[in-house]
């Protein structure tokens, strides 16, 4: 799939005020600091479409992003951030929840895992919480760059064995780094198939 135009096109917290389309919709998230705007922009080819920050939580909202005018990339508030307070985390999660489990235009959500870290209980909870409301979801480990070959592998093989102690079958999952594009064609490809997919109609 080639990119042709990515452009930012509303954010908000409320998943009523999302576009009224019927365009297929790729949601991302991960723990803060996971590297998920980097992601999005190396995936759309716009170094400045979706804010970074060398600060944990800054994403707060369900940002869209529109591509080629067909479809949509989502950038969703990042989870586990401990610095947030109390208030702030319930409503970071409602903005979540509420999102995935409402939004019949979400048809994949791509969860982003840091390769450099040991598996992470909060992961591991949300991605049964996924499971347990069968939401389509597939695994993106990120940052793999920052290791090399052998200690990826060895880092992202803990991570699935861990997966397979509770799960029959492992989502796709997917190696990326923002720097060099490693997993671009691949993630591109997977969401290209994807599109092919008919939409549930209103109320289903």
């Keep these: 799939m080639n990119i042709t135009s990515a452009k930012f096109e509303i954010s908000n917290s409320n ?34 479409l979706a804010m970074t920050s060398s600060t944990p939580g800054k994403t707060t909202l369900i940002n869209h992003f529109l591509i080629n005018d067909e479809w949509y990339i989502v950038d969703l508030p990042g989870y586990g951030y401990a610095q947030r307070g109390k208030k702030m985390q319930s409503e970071i999660k409602r903005i979540i929840e509420d999102y995935i489990l409402e939004r019949r235009q979400m048809t994949n959500l791509f969860v982003l895992v840091d390769s450099r870290h040991d598996p992470q209980k909060i992961d591991l909870e949300f991605m049964e919480w996924l499971g347990e409301n069968e939401v389509p979801f597939a695994i993106v480990f990120t940052k793999l760059d920052k290791l090399s070959s052998a200690a990826g592998k060895i880092q992202t093989g803990k991570y699935l064995d861990r997966l397979r102690e509770q799960w029959e079958e492992l989502p796709p999952v997917f190696y990326t780094s923002s720097n060099n594009g490693r997993g671009r064609k691949e993630l591109l490809d997977y969401m290209e198939e994807l599109n092919k997919l008919p939409l549930p109609s209103p109320g289903e």
């Design 15 to 48: 998943v009523a005020k999302c576009p009224d389309t019927t365009r297929h919709e790729y949601a991302f998230i991960g723990r803060s600091n996971v590297g998920k705007s980097s992601l999005i922009n190396m995936l759309t080819g716009r170094k400045g």
